[in-house]
């Protein structure tokens, strides 16, 4: 994507996340990483007359792999507070999970998450009635008490819905403190921390995330009040015993977040590992009536557990029950005030 291009789609986002005149602005990159997404978003902040910055961290050190929460502002304390200093910071590093997010964002700065490819979030670009029927959603889920999903493969498990917020991403933010991530379309909440039971069953074509691999095999999770308890089946399921064990943290096995997706514009079948080289699979956790549950940190929420050991695993063909009440059936949603079809 060229340039003007780019700076239009940001243009559109900033205008979404009602950014105007006098506003004070931080793109925040890493090292060599998305320095274009600071070009295009400084130039089209200027275009609405606000007051832009770059903020750009020193390249990481080489490591194993990307740990959840760990960033490189946690050894600069001046940087962050900075960033708690602006209007809107928008993150090109990924923050998401770490205690100075957390604290930025407790400054009242609001925080879009940018670091998918520019292809991607110009198909994905945030309008009004995503917003609006994510938030209707939200609200759903905010007077429910239970929420309980099963499907063809066996799912049968149940999360009472008593201690934590419920967040809707709907890809732009325009409210003091707000973190939101574009792209995105999806409602999730946590279940209480003992008030997890069930059985889930993950199906073949669905994803698990940040391997960013489409399970062949059915991988079934036994769940007691609020903690797998055994995981079984073939390769894939293997592969998340291995992930999970190489944190040595007993508190990855935790069940985190829970919700569905509502972006009729994300796709299932156009996920394709490597399809888009830095992403991290939000189209794969947005699609239109996938099932998500998470597993690891709820800190997210305000909860207890920060582990590093996260798992986003989005399904396909399930329903969802708020207080018994049908509001995905097989990967449908049939709650018609939070309907939407594609643009």
């Excluded at 559109?12 to 004070?24: A, C, I, N, P, T």
């Excluded at 770490?98 to 998918?116: D, H, K, M, N, Y």
């Excluded at 493969?153 to 201690?163: E, Q």
């Amino acid at each position: 994507m060229d340039h003007a291009s780019f700076t239009e789609i940001c243009l559109h986002q900033l205008k979404m996340s009602g950014v105007h005149e006098g506003e004070r602005l931080i793109v925040l990159t890493q090292g060599n990483d998305r320095l274009a997404y600071a070009d295009a978003f400084m130039a089209a902040g200027q275009r609405l007359g606000a007051v832009m910055y770059h903020m750009r961290l020193p390249a990481p050190l080489p490591s194993d792999g990307w740990a959840v929460g760990v960033t490189g502002l946690a050894e600069m304390p001046g940087a962050v507070d900075a960033l708690k200093n602006c209007d809107m910071l928008i993150d090109c590093v990924f923050l998401l999970f770490s205690p100075e997010q957390f604290s930025i964002q407790a400054s009242g700065t609001r925080i879009l998450t940018a670091v998918e490819p520019p292809e991607l979030l110009a198909r994905m670009l945030p309008y009004p009635e995503l917003r609006e029927k994510v938030t209707i959603a939200a609200e759903m889920v905010e007077r429910a008490k239970v929420m309980r999903i099963t499907s063809p493969y066996g799912t049968d498990v149940t999360y009472k819905l008593n201690t934590y917020p419920t967040v809707a991403e709907y890809a732009c933010t325009d409210t003091p403190g707000r973190w939101d991530h574009w792209p995105s379309g999806f409602v999730f909440t946590g279940g209480d921390d003992d008030g997890v039971d069930g059985t889930i069953v993950v199906a073949p074509g669905d994803i698990l995330l940040p391997q960013r691999l489409m399970v062949r095999e059915p991988i079934t999770y036994t769940i007691e009040r609020g903690w797998i308890t055994d995981i079984r089946g073939g390769l894939e399921a293997q592969i998340v015993k291995s992930y999970m064990d190489s944190f040595d943290d007993p508190r990855g096995r935790g069940m985190s977040h829970v919700g569905w997706g509502m972006n009729p514009n994300a796709k299932w079948h156009n996920f394709v590992p490597g399809e888009f080289p830095g992403g991290m699979g939000m189209e794969a956790r947005s699609f239109y009536g996938n099932v998500m549950f998470s597993t690891g940190p709820n800190n997210e929420l305000g909860g207890p557990n920060d582990t590093a050991c996260h798992l986003d695993i989005p399904m396909r063909n399930c329903s969802l029950f708020l207080d018994d009440s049908p509001v995905v059936i097989d990967g449908d949603i049939v709650v018609k005030e939070i309907q939407l079809t594609q643009r």
